[in-house]
């Protein structure tokens, strides 16, 4: 059994649309949080990040995670089509090493 | 600034020759990690290097290696390659190595014939 899992989608939504991203892990020992989103061809940017369990808002997006059940989110508000892309969880318990899930690709369709 | 660079982009080897890729980080940043993405494993940790010792490891075997040079520029190294291989590798830089601070390279596609 893999430590992350992620929804595996694909997620096909209209533009406006509310997003929900989800992954549950079981390793106790993650600490950090992080959503990445990749586009085709790119490497993976960094959108968001998280310590403690709770909501992190930043414009459009939200991360929620529940340590007390091992799970994480990642809400898009409002999406758009830029916002097309895969996007992945991921997590650390020791500096430098990060665990990932498989990825969600989502369309976002004007 | 100046992102995470890696080089080739693309590369198209034939199975057991050996391979090396170079990525330099943003600058300031001490901490280079690496990993393989492919679609059947998803994005797989190989190994993180941070002021020239390598800090963490991955499952890989002893074929994959690597190495940090004391201006933080890293270079890792397949050996023996195999079909399987064949895969994007990233890399990663950031200050500290804490993960609020990750900036990825766009990778180098690598192909094993």
Same mark, same amino acid.
Do not use: H
């Given at each position: 059994q893999k430590e992350v899992e992620q929804d595996p989608g694909p997620l096909s939504v209209p533009e406006g649309a509310i997003v929900s991203l989800n992954c549950t892990y079981s390793n106790s020992a993650f600490q950090y949080? /992080?959503?990445y989103r990749q586009y085709s061809r790119k490497g993976p940017e960094l959108l968001m990040y998280t310590y403690s369990s709770g909501n992190k808002e930043d414009g459009r997006f939200t991360a929620q995670v529940d340590k007390s059940s091992k799970y994480i989110s990642l809400f898009i508000r409002d999406s758009q089509p $830029?916002? $097309?892309?895969?996007?992945?969880?991921? /997590?650390? +318990?020791?500096? +430098?090493k990060s665990t990932f899930g498989d +990825?969600?690709?989502?369309?976002?369709?004007? | 600034k100046a992102g995470v660079t890696q080089?080739? !982009? #693309?590369?198209? =080897?034939? !199975? %057991?020759?050996?391979?090396?890729? @170079?990525c330099s980080p943003i600058s300031g940043h001490r901490s280079v990690s690496w990993y393989q993405q492919t679609p059947g494993q998803g994005l797989q940790f190989l190994f993180? #290097?941070?002021?020239?010792?390598?800090r963490n =490891?991955?499952?890989?075997? %002893? !074929?994959? @290696? %690597? !190495?940090?040079?004391s201006n933080s520029r890293s270079e890792m190294n397949v050996s023996t390659l195999e079909l399987g291989?064949? *895969?994007? #590798?990233?890399? *990663? @830089? @950031?200050?500290?190595g804490q993960a609020d601070g990750y900036?990825? %390279?766009s990778g180098t596609r690598l192909t094993v014939v």
């Open positions: 949080f /992080m959503w $830029s916002d $097309s892309a895969t996007y992945l969880c991921a /997590m650390t +318990g020791n500096a +430098g +990825g969600t690709t989502l369309t976002v369709k004007p | 080089t080739p !982009r #693309y590369l198209i =080897k034939t !199975r %057991g020759q050996q391979v090396t890729l @170079s993180e #290097y941070f002021s020239e010792t390598q =490891k991955g499952n890989f075997p %002893g !074929r994959f @290696s %690597g !190495r940090q040079f291989d064949s *895969a994007l #590798y990233l890399c *990663a @830089s @950031s200050q500290t900036t990825f %390279g």
